[in-house]
């Protein structure tokens, strides 16, 4: 027997001793009050007889359950015990009141059939035959030693078959009741184990999971949603509106419209993912109303394996132009230096100087182009950023030929440490400061440039903000700074910050354009946070 049906047989058990100890205790009232003498002949009544098996029937009732509350002995054998004392007392009742026309048959009967439940049918037809052969030797008995004792062997044998019959019926009720209630047992351990399968799937998934109810309550969220909306744990019945409002009309869009189609990621602030979500209604039960299932995934990983499909296309373009248009540029570059050499001076020499500068130009956009088509995701390394930014003002204040004075570092704690390959963000350092040196409007002399870092409080993400003294950007331009070929320069190819944020992207970090109300230019990036317990780190440029 299974563990979960043993401990179900033992509460069947205690139950049925329940039983028995208030058949026993009515026995005995019954006897205490004298109430047996009005329904029990004087002639047949064994006052002595009847009392000791009451009381001996109630101390038995407290010894099994001492029994059954210590599990000792086991259950098989605490049933055959029970059932056992059951018989001899109800049948020493029985002899008591006037042999097997006193009516305390109808008690075997009962519990017989119920010991059917915890014990096989082949030992409750013998006990059943055993109860039956000893109803019999009491007749044999009663008539031997009761002097005016009428023979009732037909009663008896009635009795007999009437206890076989019940007991061989309940065996086949109890029989099936157990296949049923393992069958139960079985589906129910099966169910438990595909729920939680399913639950750990939705748990461990990566797309993020939220189950939302009309009014826009979460109900249910897996690892993944949470991560996602940057929460250690979400709160029950917390509400979509607060934790990401957009999303939260995003889903009354979907809601309101029967063909919803909306691709344009939700942005989180903070350095969180920009989400792309998908909706799909669960279907209701009755009089209830339908909730939907909310699926969240990071939109960086989406547009990066979109990049990778693009880039596959772009490179075997960028081949061909690199064949069709760098070779053209290096004769037509060619051709304007010797006639530079021809025209020193002059209107001719203006000319000359034009083409160069659009030839230069020409090159740049197919380097630009050429290094995207070229881009790979970074290896990361552990960064001390304090250190590695020291090292690259130096390097950039050499080669621009600025002031050491016009760049300023700040980064609390000065121990902050990053994820990120070390050349990227070179790459991306490089490009901001050109950017914020290019689009200055001012002398260069008057530039500067500060670099703030350290961890947020809110996220407990690294940053890193770039903030020059420039014009800024107005609100409207910052909406597309860092889509390709946008720029509002003349001179500019419109793919710096483009490959700037796709170079951030590739290492899992973000870059976020941040408006200052005193003015100027901010770009933030917030970096992957290094683990505690590594300790190697890079620190050069």
Same mark, same amino acid.
Request: proline share 4%; hydrophobic share 40%; aromatic share 8%.
């Given at each position: 027997m299974k563990p979960g049906q043993q401990n179900l047989s033992w509460q069947y058990l205690r139950l049925f001793n329940y039983y028995r100890s208030a058949l026993a205790l009515f026995f005995l009232i019954l006897y205490l009050n004298g109430w047996t003498e009005q329904f029990i002949r004087p002639s047949d009544y064994d006052q002595q007889l009847f009392h000791w098996a009451s009381v001996g029937y109630v101390a038995a009732c407290f010894a099994f359950?001492?029994?059954l509350h210590l599990h000792k002995p086991g259950l098989d054998t605490q049933v055959i015990v029970q059932i056992c004392v059951d018989i001899v007392v109800i049948i020493a009742l029985m002899h008591a009141s006037g042999g097997v026309r006193s009516g305390f048959g109808i008690l075997l009967i009962i519990n017989l059939s119920l010991s059917s439940?915890?014990?096989?049918?082949?030992?409750?037809?013998?006990?059943?035959?055993?109860?039956?052969?000893?109803?019999?030797?009491?007749?044999?008995?009663?008539?031997?030693?009761?002097?005016?004792?009428?023979?009732?062997?037909?009663?008896?044998?009635?009795?007999?078959?009437?206890?076989?019959?019940?007991?061989?019926?309940?065996s086949i009720i109890a029989?099936?009741?157990?296949?049923?209630?393992?069958?139960?047992?079985?589906?129910?351990?099966?169910?438990?184990?595909?729920?939680?399968?399913?639950?750990?799937?939705?748990?461990?998934?990566?797309?993020?999971?939220?189950?939302?109810?009309?009014?826009?309550?979460?109900?249910?969220?897996?690892?993944?949603?949470?991560?996602?909306?940057?929460?250690?744990?979400?709160?029950?019945?917390?509400?979509?509106?607060?934790?990401?409002?957009?999303?939260?009309?995003?889903?009354?869009?979907?809601?309101n419209s029967i063909e919803y189609i909306q691709h344009k990621p939700v942005q989180q602030s903070h350095g969180l993912p920009d989400l792309q979500p998908g909706f799909s209604r669960i279907e209701p039960d009755e009089g209830?109303?339908?909730?939907?299932?909310?699926?969240?995934?990071?939109?960086?990983?989406?547009?990066?394996?979109?990049?990778?499909?693009?880039?596959?296309?772009l490179g075997r373009l960028t081949a061909s132009i690199a064949h069709e248009i760098r070779n053209p540029l290096a004769a037509i570059h060619h051709a304007s230096q010797l006639l530079d050499e021809v025209f020193e001076s002059g209107p001719d020499k203006k000319l000359t100087d034009i083409i160069n500068t659009q030839?230069?130009?020409?090159?740049?956009?197919?380097?630009?182009?050429?290094?995207?088509?070229?881009?790979?995701?970074?290896?990361?390394?552990?960064?001390?950023?304090?250190?590695?930014?020291?090292?690259?003002?130096?390097?950039? /204040?050499?080669?621009?030929?600025?002031?050491?004075?016009?760049? $300023?570092?700040?980064?609390? !704690?000065? %121990?902050?440490? *990053?994820? @990120?390959?070390?050349?990227?963000?070179?790459? /991306?350092?490089?490009?901001?400061?050109?950017?914020?040196?290019? $689009?200055?409007?001012?002398? !260069?002399? %008057?530039?500067? *440039?500060? @670099?703030?870092?350290?961890?947020?409080?809110?996220s407990n993400q690294?940053?890193?903000?770039?903030?020059?003294?420039?014009?800024?950007?107005? !609100?409207?331009?910052?909406?597309e700074i860092f889509d390709p070929f946008f720029t509002t320069s003349n001179e500019g190819t419109g793919l710096g910050l483009y490959i700037t944020k796709e170079v951030t992207e590739s290492n899992r970090a973000k870059i976020r354009h941040i408006e200052l109300p005193a003015g100027g230019t901010c770009f933030r990036i917030y970096f992957l946070q290094a683990p505690a317990q590594q300790i190697s780190k890079v620190s050069n440029v």
């Open positions: 359950m001492l029994s439940i915890f014990l096989t049918r082949r030992f409750t037809l013998f006990l059943a035959a055993t109860t039956s052969l000893a109803l019999l030797g009491e007749n044999i008995y009663s008539q031997l030693v009761l002097p005016g004792y009428s023979e009732a062997y037909v009663q008896t044998g009635i009795l007999g078959i009437v206890i076989f019959t019940f007991a061989y019926l309940t029989q099936r009741m157990r296949e049923s209630e393992q069958l139960a047992t079985e589906r129910s351990r099966e169910l438990k184990s595909v729920i939680q399968m399913n639950e750990h799937i939705i748990s461990n998934m990566r797309t993020g999971i939220l189950v939302v109810n009309p009014d826009g309550v979460i109900e249910m969220a897996n690892n993944a949603a949470i991560s996602l909306l940057g929460h250690t744990h979400l709160d029950i019945n917390a509400s979509l509106m607060k934790i990401l409002p957009e999303l939260h009309d995003r889903f009354i869009d979907w809601q209830n109303n339908s909730s939907t299932l909310v699926f969240l995934e990071d939109a960086t990983q989406l547009n990066q394996r979109f990049q990778q499909v693009r880039l596959a296309s030839v230069q130009r020409l090159n740049g956009v197919v380097e630009n182009v050429l290094q995207l088509s070229r881009q790979q995701r970074g290896t990361t390394e552990h960064i001390e950023l304090l250190p590695w930014l020291l090292k690259f003002k130096q390097e950039y /204040v050499a080669s621009q030929g600025l002031d050491k004075h016009q760049i $300023h570092i700040y980064v609390k !704690p000065e %121990d902050t440490t *990053i994820l @990120f390959d070390s050349s990227h963000l070179h790459q /991306v350092m490089w490009n901001l400061c050109c950017n914020a040196v290019n $689009h200055s409007r001012m002398p !260069p002399a %008057d530039i500067a *440039i500060n @670099f703030q870092g350290g961890i947020e409080v809110k690294p940053y890193l903000d770039v903030i020059d003294n420039g014009p800024g950007i107005d !609100p409207e331009t910052a909406k």
